[in-house]
C-alpha cells in the first residue's frame, strides 16, 4: 500500500502541469504492497528512459476526423471502415461506407488462454468485412474506443500492419456535424483476403506473467512498474468483485484506461502525448520498458495497450484472459 499512496500523492501534487483539459479526473495510479518481478537474466534490460515526446511515435495508429472525412471524399480504394458498436447502434446511424463488426464477436470463453476466435474464425469475420493485406482500416464506436479497441487489438495481434482508431468516434463525428447513415448498411463488394498470422503477437498467458511481476526489497526504492491493471478504481481494490475472489494481481499498478481520455463521456479523445507520458511516469512507467496489461476481460486492456503502442512501447503484452481467469483459479496470490 505504501506504493499506492505515494502515486495518489504525487499525482494529485502534478495534476495540474500533467493534464490541462478542465473535465481532466485520471485515475489514479495505484500499487499494492507486493508484486512481480522480472526474472533475470535476457527479459531483466534496464530501460532508457526517453524525454516526452511532442507527437505519438505510432501517429498512423490514431485517425482524426478531418483525415478521415478527407479520405473517405476521396474514395481510397484500400479503406476499409469498421463500426464496432451492436447492430441497433450501427442502423441508428453509422458513417457512409463502414461495416459492422461487433466487438463481442472477437472473445471466445470456450478457447482458453487467449479466449480469441480461432485464425480461422478471425479469417472468416475479417474476410466478410472486406479486409485485405494492404487495407487501411479505421474502426470507431460510441464507447470512447474501448469497443474499437478490441477489434484493433485483434488485428494487431493477428498480424494486420494498417488498422487505426477513429479519435472521439462516431460521437466527435456527429458533433462536428458530419454525415452518419441509416440502416443496415451494404456489404463488401469483395471479400478481404487477409490472413492471420498462426502465432498471436502483442499478447502473453497466466504462465508468462511472473516475468511481470515485481516486488519491492528495499524500502523507500520503488521498481519500474511492470504490469498494469486498466480496471476502475473499486475493482482493483476488491470492493466491486467480477470473479470468484476480488483484488489485483500482486504488484499490478492500478491505471484505468479512460485516465487517458480527455472529453465529453462518448466522443473522449486521447490526451496529447506529453500528458500521457507524465501520466504513465506518474504511475512508475519508464518509456521503452517491457510491461503487461490486464482486465476483466481484455477490452480495457486492449485500449490501454493500445496507448502503449501509440507511444512507441516495443514491448507490451495484453494478458487477455484478464480477472476472469485470474480472479477464478485457487492457485493464485491475490491483493487488495
Not at 471502415?81 to 447502434?89: F, V
Not at 517491457?290 to 494478458?319: C, E
Amino acid at each position: 500500500m505504501l506504493r499506492a499512496l505515494v502515486c495518489y500523492f504525487l499525482l494529485g501534487v502534478c495534476a495540474a502541469c500533467a493534464v490541462k483539459a478542465a473535465d481532466a479526473k485520471p485515475a489514479i495510479p495505484a500499487h499494492g504492497k507486493d508484486a512481480v518481478a522480472p526474472a533475470p537474466g535476457k527479459d531483466a534490460v534496464a530501460p532508457t528512459e526517453l524525454p516526452a515526446p511532442k507527437e505519438f511515435p505510432r501517429a498512423e495508429a490514431l485517425a482524426s476526423s478531418a483525415a478521415l472525412a478527407e479520405e473517405m471524399r476521396q474514395a481510397a480504394g484500400n479503406l476499409v471502415l469498421l463500426d464496432a458498436r451492436s447492430g441497433a447502434a450501427f442502423e441508428a446511424g453509422h458513417l457512409a461506407g463502414a461495416y459492422n463488426l461487433e466487438s463481442d464477436a472477437l472473445q471466445d470463453p470456450q478457447r482458453p488462454p487467449y479466449f480469441m476466435p480461432a485464425p480461422e474464425v478471425i479469417q472468416n469475420l475479417f474476410a466478410a468485412a472486406g479486409i485485405h493485406a494492404a487495407s487501411h482500416v479505421v474502426i470507431y464506436d460510441e464507447d470512447d474506443a474501448r469497443l474499437a479497441a478490441r477489434v484493433w487489438f485483434t488485428l494487431h495481434a493477428y498480424g494486420h500492419g494498417h488498422a487505426a482508431i477513429l479519435d472521439g468516434g462516431v460521437g466527435k463525428w456527429r458533433a462536428e456535424g458530419r454525415p452518419l447513415v441509416e440502416g443496415r448498411g451494404a456489404a463488401p463488394v469483395q471479400r478481404g483476403n487477409f490472413t492471420p498470422l498462426p502465432a498471436l503477437r502483442g499478447v502473453c498467458t497466466f504462465a508468462e506473467l511472473p516475468q511481470f511481476q515485481t516486488r519491492v526489497h528495499t524500502l523507500g526504492s520503488l521498481p519500474p512498474t511492470t504490469l498494469l491493471d486498466a480496471r476502475t478504481l473499486p475493482e482493483y481494490m476488491g470492493e466491486d468483485a467480477r470473479a470468484k475472489a476480488g483484488g489485483h494481481i500482486p504488484g499490478a499498478a492500478n491505471l484505468e484506461w479512460r485516465a487517458l481520455l480527455t472529453g465529453k463521456e462518448g466522443a473522449r479523445v486521447w490526451r496529447s502525448p506529453p500528458e500521457i507520458h507524465a501520466i504513465l511516469r506518474l504511475a512508475g512507467v519508464e518509456s521503452g520498458q517491457k510491461i503487461a496489461v490486464y482486465d476483466q476481460a481484455g477490452g480495457r486492456s486492449a485500449h490501454l495497450y493500445f496507448t502503449l503502442w501509440l507511444m512507441g512501447f516495443p514491448s507490451a503484452f495484453n494478458y487477455v484472459a484478464g480477472w476472469r481467469e485470474y480472479g477464478n483459479r485457487e492457485d493464485v496470490e491475490i491483493e487488495k
